[in-house]
Structures are given as C-alpha cells and as structure tokens.
C-alpha cells in the first residue's frame, strides 16, 4: 500500500475525480423527501464508495489523509445518488450532467415515458426498473432492452444489480488508469469495485466468486506490476 499524502484539490491523490459515474432514480413515490427514508439512505451508503463501512474494508482502502469536513463533503458531492419524483426535473438534472456517465432506476410507469427520451444518450451507462408487475412493464422495456439491465420487483435485487455494474465501471476505470501508468488511480478504483462487490454479496444474498477473484488479481496486478495476474 502507498504512503498517506494530504489531500489537495491539484494533488494526484484527488479521489474526487478519480471517477466520472452518477446515479439517478426517478420514482413519483420514492423520490418525495419524506418517503422511504430509509431505503434511500442504504441505497446511498452501499453505492458511495468513498463509503468505508467495516474494519475490513477499511483494510481495502488505499490509505490517503482526508479530513473529515473534505470527505464528508466528497461523499456528498461526488458518486452519489440523486432521487427524482418528476420527470422534467430528472431531465434537466441529466442533461446538466452530460460529463458524467448515469445509472439510472426508474418505476415502470415513469420508465415508460422518460426512457424513450434518453435511452440513446450516450453517457447513459445502464438502465433498472424498479416495478411491480414485470410481465406487464416488459412490453415497452423489449424495445430498450440494450440498455435496460434488469427489471426487479424487490429492492435487495434492485441493489445487487445497481451496485454491481457501478463496480464493474469503477474496475474498467482502473483498468484504464493502469493502462496509462496511473497506478494509485487505478489502486482506489479497483479498491472501490472490491469494497461495492463485498456489498452486493451481502445485500443480494448472494456469492460472487468470479468478481472478486477477478478484482483481488487486479489489485495485486496494481501493487506488484505483474500484469499476467490480471488474465
């Protein structure tokens, strides 16, 4: 692991830049501020990788010396999750953002209508639809199944799905960083897809052998150089 160095806004060390993802759920129920306060706030926690939730991910991180007030801030300004309950403000929101690349949550009734007007933006990166009746959704969703990762009817598997494509991102992002000699970038990156695939095993009841295999030989690609460990 590297050194701590102090964290400044022109520093290589600026892991609030390191990534270039946000996510975006629209939801007429969800979205109102006082509703499902709970559920939004986990779905918050588990998707923010600068997030560091138990003793062993800790022991994933990269160290790097944040203060408090900066971290915290990050947390709030940087992969985070926004929550809509009106299309046009989703829109706006989205189109304001065209540098950052989206995962998007919808409820099939909103995902009707806003889907077709932003499903061939390019920075849109995956499509879930949160819903009731699947049969009944998939009727619109066929046409845009490309970009429609999953359709789920229960929130832990609308959370096993969200946080693992945003690890899978953050492990290509790595990839590129090693690709271009950018070794602590790519160390957090691929620190972080390990960190957010250790939740959505726990959270989707699920196991994720392959993932994590695949991401531990990245790591240990970053840390030794060996790029065959990274097959």
């Given amino acids: 692991m590297s050194s701590c160095t102090p964290y400044t806004e022109d520093d290589d060390r600026n892991v609030g ?11 007429s129920h969800i979205g109102e501020p006082e509703n499902n306060r709970e559920l939004k706030a986990l779905f918050r ?22 203060d ?9 300004t940087v992969y ?15 189109h304001a953002n065209g540098d950052k690349q989206i995962f998007f949550i919808s409820s099939g009734s909103m995902g009707r209508e806003i889907v077709p007007k932003i499903a061939d933006l390019s920075q ?13 959704n998939s009727v619109w969703a066929m046409d845009y199944q490309e970009k429609i990762m999953a359709m789920v009817t229960h929130q832990d598997d ?41 939740r959505a095993e726990q959270y989707g009841h699920t196991r994720l052998r392959n993932e ?5 030989d ?14």
């Fill in 17 to 27: 830049k390191y990534s270039d993802h946000v996510s975006v759920w629209l939801d």
């Fill in 45 to 66: 926690k588990i998707t923010q990788p600068l997030e560091t939730l138990t003793t062993a991910e800790a022991n994933i991180d990269e160290p790097i010396m944040l």
């Fill in 68 to 76: 408090d007030v900066v971290l915290r801030s990050l947390q709030e």
């Fill in 80 to 94: 985070r999750l926004e929550i809509f309950d009106k299309e046009d403000t989703c829109l706006e929101f989205i």
């Fill in 124 to 136: 849109l990166k995956s499509i879930f639809i949160f819903c009731g009746d699947i049969s009944h």
């Fill in 158 to 198: 609308l959370l096993l799905h969200l946080t693992k494509c945003i690890a899978e991102y953050l492990k290509n992002k790595g990839d590129v960083y090693m690709n271009n000699d950018e070794i602590f970038k790519a160390k957090n990156c691929f620190a972080w897809s390990k960190k957010l695939l250790l």
């Fill in 212 to 216: 994590l295999k695949n991401i531990e």
């Fill in 218 to 231: 990245k790591i240990l690609w970053a840390e030794t150089g060996q790029a065959s460990y990274c097959a």
